[in-house]
């Protein structure tokens, strides 16, 4: 199975992907966790409460630019739009937390629609959060005002392709595996897999900078995107009429990744390639972490490059492949995935071999690719158990990686110790670049009485660990609300003051995703 042959999955809302195919903890493993303390609550979840919502004069505005039907105002459809996919987010649903229920969700039908709806927000006093596929997992769907989503499901369509150029222009409701789909219709891949897939978007993907597990071939979301459509309060923002341009600074990246805040991508035109007619993904086993780190730097800056590059350390490699004949014997060491979209290259596996690695077939590799898409389901059942599992990510260069990896792997070990959690921290390289890598942390633990505080500290440590570290505060998963006082400081006042001006100009009144980004 490949990813265009993937369902669009409907998130059931407060817990991840398709609720036809939900994960159950095997016995051992709830066993394990009674080793880090963790007891299963004895609490339930709690229903929400509704609240008051529009005034009629908003909801006429509304119901006058997308039609009756396009406005739903009941409590399923809001409670389901209600925060993200972190685990905050999803302790929060549980509590029956309503505190960032938006008061209706409109669903427009078109360009047109969302400017028309911009356009008047500010007059009837009205915040407006965009929402596509709804993972995020940093707050990013949480404004700081009572407000209204506008959902781009409607927005769905495969609007041209130019295979000429190889390029192709979906429109920003259009959910990962229906543009593969749709694309693969004509012979084509865009090649951008994050593990939220199953349920992200086209739009999502811009507005927060999405990086997929293939960057290492087909690169980041925002390396893909050429041109792209943008609805403000003041009007349209169309960019990209050539692939690259010397005509000032490139004002595309101003709008990736800015996450809602100056307007709402409607549509993006992105780079496409051939579907590959072959794959291929094998497992390498090194050492240590730092053996495993030069080698996948020198695959990174000299090449070949593979498709698909990625180093799981010592305890990331022990918990998640603890069988014995995946490593050899149960000799340990640390597990490189390498993968090929496209025919094998021996050389890869040359530059491997002589930096230390010994090749350990596709078995892993194969392993690692159909269980990835299925590895977020096990956090709801492990948050049943009175567990908290938590991600976070960041990235730095090279030579910098071994001393962040040290320095955040200590402070949450630190703050969640402190708190009386003991946690498991785990840690793998998910991209590589030239210059540098990202590296992605797992933590578990149990859970306190608090556990939304309890994290929150534990976050904060962490966040400080990587700024002292020379880190940055997220490679792809967004600023949001949870990191936006730590992206203000590594940015400093002047360019936070700039981008400030930005939104002022774009969104005078502020209705766009109040409190996020900025």
């Avoid at 004895?42 to 929400?48: E, L, N, Q, W």
């Avoid at 505080?453 to 570290?469: G, P, V, Y």
């Avoid at 998963?477 to 930005?502: F, K, S």
Wanted: glycine residues 12%; aromatic residues 6%.
């Amino acid at each position: 199975m490949t990813e265009s042959d993937l369902p669009v999955v409907q998130l059931t809302p407060g817990r991840w992907g398709d609720p036809a195919h939900p994960v159950a903890l095997p016995s051992a493993a709830v066993e394990a966790l009674k080793h880090l303390g963790v007891r299963r609550p004895a609490t339930a979840a709690v229903d929400p409460v509704d609240r008051p919502g529009l005034r009629p004069s908003q909801q006429a505005f509304l119901e006058g630019v997308v039609g009756v039907d396009q406005v739903k105002t009941d409590l399923e459809t809001r409670w389901g739009h209600t925060r993200g996919y972190s685990t905050p987010d999803l302790l929060r649903h549980r509590a029956g937390d309503t505190s960032d229920m938006p008061d209706a969700v409109i669903y427009p039908g078109s360009h047109d629609d969302v400017l028309a709806l911009l356009a008047g927000c500010a007059a009837h006093d009205l915040a407006v959060v965009p929402y596509a596929g709804g993972t995020s997992v940093v707050g990013g769907l949480a404004a700081s005002r009572r407000f209204v989503t506008v959902d781009l499901r409607r927005l769905d369509q495969l609007v041209t392709i130019d295979e000429v150029s190889r390029t192709a222009t979906l429109q920003a409701g259009v959910r990962g595996p229906a543009a593969e789909a749709l694309l693969a219709e004509r012979g084509y891949t865009l090649g951008h897999f994050p593990q939220s897939y199953e349920g992200a978007s086209i739009g999502g993907y811009a507005a927060a900078r999405s990086s997929g597990q293939s960057s290492a071939g087909y690169g980041r979301f925002d390396q893909m995107v050429v041109g792209l459509t943008l609805a403000t309060p003041r009007g349209t923002i169309e960019l990209g009429r050539a692939p690259m341009s010397a005509a000032g600074p490139d004002l595309r990246q101003l709008v990736l990744g800015s996450e809602g805040a100056f307007g709402i991508i409607t549509s993006v035109v992105v780079r496409i390639r051939p579907r590959p007619t072959e794959r291929h993904f094998e497992g390498w086993r090194f050492e240590d972490f730092a053996a495993g780190l030069t080698a996948i730097r020198r695959l990174a800056q000299d090449g070949p490059l593979p498709t698909v590059l990625r180093l799981s350390d010592e305890a990331e490699t022990a918990v998640n492949l603890a069988d014995p004949d995946v490593l050899g014997g149960g000799s340990g060491g640390v597990l490189a995935i390498v993968g090929f979209d496209g025919p094998y290259n021996a050389l890869t596996a040359e530059v491997l071999t002589a930096a230390g690695g010994q090749n350990l077939g596709e078995g892993p590799g194969e392993l690692w690719r159909v269980g990835r898409y299925r590895a977020p389901y096990l956090r709801d059942p492990l948050l049943d158990e009175g567990a908290l599992v938590e991600t976070l990510e960041t990235a730095t260069f090279w030579s910098r990686v071994p001393a962040l990896k040290s320095a955040v792997t200590e402070a949450l070990v630190k703050s969640l110790s402190a708190q009386g959690t003991p946690p498991l921290v785990l840690c793998h390289v998910s991209h590589v670049y030239e210059t540098g890598a990202s590296l992605y942390f797992t933590v578990l633990c149990a859970q306190t009485d608090d556990p939304v505080t309890q994290w929150r500290t534990a976050k904060s440590a962490a966040s400080e660990a990587i700024a002292a570290a020379g880190g940055t505060i997220t490679h792809h998963h967004g600023i949001g609300t949870d990191h936006r006082d730590a992206y203000a400081a590594e940015i400093g006042p002047l360019a936070a003051e700039a981008l400030q001006a930005v939104k002022k100009v774009l969104d005078p009144d502020g209705v766009m995703n109040p409190g996020i980004l900025l």
